[in-house]
C-alpha cells in the first residue's frame, strides 16, 4: 500500500511540474556562477551553461562541473594563502 501511494505521489508531482513548471532548488554550488540543480517535485538535475541558461545535467555536464569545482577550490584556496 506504502509503495502504491509513493507511486501516485511521484506521478502526481511530476505531473504538476509539467503543467505549473519545475521548481528548482540549489542543490550543489560549482563556482560563483555555475550551480547544479534539482527540482523540488520531479528530481530533474539541471545546470547552467556557458550562456547562463539551465540545461540537462548530463554525466558529461557532472563531470565538467565537478573538475571544474576542483579547479575553482584549489585556485581559491592557494589566494587565500597568499594574501
Known amino acids: 500500500m506504502k509503495n502504491l501511494l509513493s507511486n501516485f505521489g511521484s506521478k502526481f508531482n511530476a505531473l504538476c511540474c509539467g503543467i505549473l513548471g519545475h521548481h528548482f532548488a540549489v542543490s550543489k554550488r560549482v563556482t560563483d556562477h555555475i550551480k547544479e540543480y534539482q527540482c523540488v517535485h520531479c528530481k530533474k538535475q539541471v545546470t547552467t551553461d556557458v550562456s547562463g541558461n539551465l540545461s540537462a545535467l548530463t554525466p558529461e ?18 589566494s587565500q594563502q597568499v594574501a
Do not use: A, S
Open 61 to 78: 555536464k557532472q563531470d565538467i562541473n565537478n573538475t571544474l569545482e576542483d579547479l575553482y577550490q584549489r585556485r581559491h584556496k592557494e
